[in-house]
C-alpha cells in the first residue's frame, strides 16, 4: 500500500506542476480537477498489481522463507483438493 501510495501522490503532484506550468497563467481549474481526479481513481487500480508485486518482493528479501514456512506451504499445496478432480 506504501509503495503505491507513493507512486500515485507522485504521479498527481507531478502532472499538477506539468500542467500548471504549461497554462500559466489561465489554468484551467475545473478541468485539472476532473483530469487529476480521475487520474486519482484509475492509477491505484492499474498499478496495484506492480505494487501488490513489488512490496511483496521487498518483504521476500527482508524477511526470506524460513524451513518452517516452506515445509507448511509445501505441506499445504499437497492436502489442498485439485479443482476440478472429483473427490
Known sequence: MTIALILNIG????????AIVLTVPDIPV???SIVLAATSIIVPIVT?????????AIDLRIRPVDEVEA????????DRPVPGENA
Not at 11 to 18: C, P, R
Not at 48 to 56: K, Y
Request: glycine letters at 0%; zero cysteines.
Open 11 to 18: 504521479l498527481v503532484v507531478v502532472s499538477t506542476a506539468i
Open 30 to 32: 475545473l478541468t485539472l
Open 48 to 56: 496495484w498489481p506492480i505494487s501488490h508485486t513489488m512490496w511483496s
Open 71 to 78: 515445509a507448511e506451504a509445501a505441506k499445504w499445496l499437497l
